[in-house]
């Protein structure tokens, strides 16, 4: 992203909103709104012969650590999203965002064992870094994770914490969203419906003869914009929330 934009009432913390999408991109957003629905597996066979060489040529150089396939990967990647920005936007809320920085994670073994921990490794590299640099950083991480068995802090530790948590309560904080986007739904409905019969009492009133009753008017014509207000702004509150939720 240009370092010269500036962040927007409808951004995200970690995007901003991409408005001038084309027209089949935002029905293809309503259509498939969900991750699941829009994965795409591609099976392609590359020849790899001259990066192993190359990497065997640079392995000679740092005997201390390795450069492997997975680092060489991990460049390329990064290159293809910095040359290629569009490649890193996201849906969220059907809406299109295109993230901040250029972020990429993995797990990483604590140890060479099938019943090792793992460890999540998370990198943002930079628009000046190599191959070297990029296997520099990772295996320092790793080796940093590897220094204990067992988490000691960081993103492991708060979702081993969240694994603790019993089974009905963590169902409840799962579903919390949608729960609460139910509830705002039913609420607007009650109102609506509320704002019906009021409307549909002052008709009656506006057709009685009495005079006792022409007096609750104004009292119906002050209330009414202030409870349209705060609907509407209940609605947009509502709306923003949605929009950060799904």
């Not at 920005?85 to 994670?105: A, D, H, T």
């Not at 296997?135 to 530790?157: L, N």
């Not at 979702?159 to 309560?169: E, W």
């Not at 549909?200 to 005079?211: D, M, Q, T, V, W």
């Amino acid at each position: 992203m240009s370092e010269e934009y500036k962040r927007r009432w409808s951004d995200r913390r970690d995007g901003r909103w991409v408005r001038d999408v084309s027209g089949l991109t935002t029905l293809m957003m309503h259509i498939m709104p969900s991750r699941t629905e829009a994965e795409v597996y591609l099976n392609e066979k590359l020849d790899v012969t001259d990066l192993m060489a190359y990497l065997a040529r640079e392995n000679e150089k740092h005997p201390d650590y390795r450069t492997t396939i997975f680092h060489a990967l991990i460049t390329i990647v990064a290159r293809i999203l910095r040359e290629r920005p569009k490649m890193n936007r996201f849906v969220q809320g059907r809406r299109m965002y295109e993230r901040n920085e250029i972020s990429l994670s993995f797990m990483a073994k604590r140890r060479f064992a099938d019943n090792a921990e793992e460890a999540f490794m998370y990198l943002v590299p930079k628009d000046e870094d190599t191959l070297a640099s990029v296997s520099y950083e990772i295996a320092g991480k790793v080796h940093e994770a590897r220094k204990s068995e067992h988490s000691a802090g960081g993103f492991d530790s708060t979702v081993d914490a969240f694994a603790k948590i019993p089974r009905l309560l963590f169902k409840l904080l799962a579903e919390f969203p949608c729960l609460l986007l139910k509830l705002l739904a039913k609420l607007f409905s009650l109102l609506f419906k509320l704002l019906t019969k009021l409307l549909r009492l002052l008709a009656k009133i506006l057709s009685l003869p009495f005079p006792v009753f022409r007096l609750l008017i104004p009292v119906f014509a002050l209330l009414f914009p202030v409870f349209a207000l705060r609907l509407l702004v209940a609605a947009c509150l509502a709306f923003r929330l949605r929009a950060k939720l799904l």
